[in-house]
Structures are given as C-alpha cells and as structure tokens.
C-alpha cells in the first residue's frame, strides 16, 4: 500500500469528528472548513513522519489544534474591521420557539472561554482520554481536568438560566 493510499485508509475516516470540532471552536462553517482543509494538508505534507500502528486520531487532532492556534496568532497580527451601528440590515433577535433539542446546549457551549471549549469538546464530544487532551493542547494534566472542570460548571451555570 502506497503513502496515498494509507493517508486515505487511515486518516479520512476521521473527517467527520475533525469537522465537529473544528465548527464547535470557531462557530461558523466556512472557518471549520477551512481549518480541516489545513489540518488536512499539513497532516499529508508529514505523514511520512507518522508512526505505522500509533493514534492517529489524537494525531489529527493535535493539528487541527496547532493550526487552530496559528490562526489566532494571524488574527492577532492582522488589522481588525469594525461595523457601523445603523449600516445594513437588521438581525432578528433570537427565537426562544426555535431553541429545541441541542441548540440550547451548543449556545451554551459556543460561549464558553476558548480554552475551557476546547477542553469540554475534545472530552465529552470527541471523547479523548485526560492524557490524549493534554498533549493534544501541549498542557499538563491537571490543567485539562481542571479547563474540563471550570468549562462543564460554566455549561451547568448557563444552561440552569435557560431551562425550567
């Protein structure tokens, strides 16, 4: 089996998950494409240097988080845009009718701080081990258990507000 041929039977499988994630951290379907696209890319460009038999998945995932990471760093650098108040048209205001089965819960989770999202996303969604997070995030343990912590009391705390 030739490198494109084991890049397709072992990566590609995992493109749903990554997608996921990458529209849970940015909220918005063309930035998710587009970091999966990247990770993508960057994953073909090294998969020579990944190692036959290991987690790819993690593997995957520790991109997607790297390139996540370059794109703030981009952001940062770049000049920011600000809309006029009055300019274009309006946005209707929320409908509560509308918030039915898991809308509530990823409007709770898209507020969440960066680092906690991220943290809560990659346990309880795309459910990695404590030890895969945090090299997938490149931070101690007990920083991701305690992110995961802080990010489920927040989703707790917000979805308490909404709920009867």
């Known amino acids: 089996m030739d490198r ?19 529209y849970r951290m940015t909220r918005n379907a063309h930035d998710a494409e587009d970091l999966v696209q990247e990770t993508f ?18 593997w995957l995932f520790t991109i997607l988080h790297r390139v996540r990471t370059d794109a703030f760093r981009r952001a940062a650098r770049s000049p920011r845009t600000v809309e006029l108040a009055g300019d274009g048209p309006a946005v209707p ?10 809308e509530d819960i990823e409007r709770a989770l898209a507020g969440l701080p960066e ?7 990659l346990r309880d969604v795309e459910d990695f081990s404590y030890e895969e997070i945090a090299k997938i995030l490149g ?9 995961i912590h802080r990010g489920r009391a927040l989703l707790r705390q917000a979805l308490g507000g909404s709920r009867p």
């Open 4 to 22: 494109d041929e084991r890049f397709e039977a072992e990566a590609i499988p995992h493109l749903r998950a990554l997608y996921g994630t990458a």
């Open 41 to 58: 890319l960057r994953a073909y460009r090294a998969f020579d240097r990944f190692a036959a038999g290991t987690n790819i998945r993690a």
């Open 93 to 102: 205001a929320p409908q509560d009718a509308l918030a039915r089965g898991g």
């Open 115 to 121: 680092g906690f999202r991220t943290a809560v996303i």
């Open 139 to 147: 931070v101690p343990i007990g920083t991701v258990m305690s992110r």
